[in-house]
């Protein structure tokens, strides 16, 4: 390998030529959606600042909604075009083990081969109430589900979303992360659009980006990089944390609804910026949409049955519990 050339640091060497199924470059990502309530609110504020939000993720886990939430949310998700993936745990972070109290390095990760079963049962209950992307942040835990979509026990069009938890950092990561089975890779939040076009090389699933990060992954707010970030890295999921914000995690009474004056702090970058990125969706952030890409995990049709459908998942056919279309 050659050695990186100092002339050339942060400096984009490359533009990606590579798309989302439905032909744009990014999508916009709205982490930490804990329920539905604050689903709601997100999509709410979504539609009064026209912001075509097409991604919502959730980190506390699977085990702290309810299955009528769960429902909720993908059934909102669905209604809505927008992706709802929520969080596999257990995890170290809040496990008995006492590594994660000196280091975050072992927030992530699924302890014994318990923690692996935990998360391949959570991943299950979430499949059978109608979610149909999951984050993951243990490599192990990955790498079986991947093998169990691929052997046909899960849907093959389940999104794999790795966590920042488990961050990406370099093109040989990135590449291994792909074949294990992930969908959509997470990256470090300090990486340069040059090192980020590096990634870009080693895979094609798209790159999740936070733009303005959660004060516990570095704090940065990278709006001003948005369009060199698209340009070396597309398809790209514009992730837009809060900076200067409690940790919600985990997710307990007090989350079930979101102030709103922080979900329009984290939409309001998108739309006042939104003159930087000039092949921006035109459609309505809420409401139908053209096409229903196969990355966004969700029902494209709420009277879609798939007459595949695995019996093992229950005898009941409804609008929760069919496999998307594409």
Known sequence: MKPRNPSLAGKIVHVSELRFADGL???????SVEGPGVLKAVLDEAETRGVPVRRVSQGSG???????????????????????????????????GGQSFATAAAGGIARGANGVEWCIAEALRGLALGIRSFLVADVGVLATLGRMRRDGALPKTLVLKTSVLLPCANPASARALEELGATTINVATDLSPAELGELRSACSAPLDVYVEVPDDQ?????FYEVPA???????????????????????????????RSSVA????????????????????????????????????????????????WGSRRDSNRCWPDR
Do not use: H, Q
């Open 265 to 312: 702090s984290a939409l309001g970058a998108p739309s006042s910026s939104s003159a930087f990125c000039a092949n921006g969706p035109r459609s309505s952030s809420r409401g139908a949409v053209p096409t229903t890409p196969a990355i966004w995990g969700f029902p494209s049709s709420r009277n879609y049955i798939n007459p595949a459908f695995p019996a093992a």
């Open 25 to 31: 470059r990014y999508r916009i990502e709205i982490p």
């Open 62 to 96: 699977v085990m702290m909604l309810t299955d009528d939430e769960i429902r909720e949310m993908a059934e909102l998700g669905a209604t809505n075009g927008v992706e709802v993936s929520l969080f596999l745990g257990p995890r170290g972070a809040w496990d008995t």
């Open 218 to 222: 570095g704090g940065f707010v990278r």
């Open 229 to 259: 970030l698209i340009r070396a890295a597309a398809p790209i999921y514009v992730k837009l944390g809060l900076r200067n914000a409690p940790n919600i995690y985990p997710r307990g009474s007090t989350s079930r609804t979101s102030p």
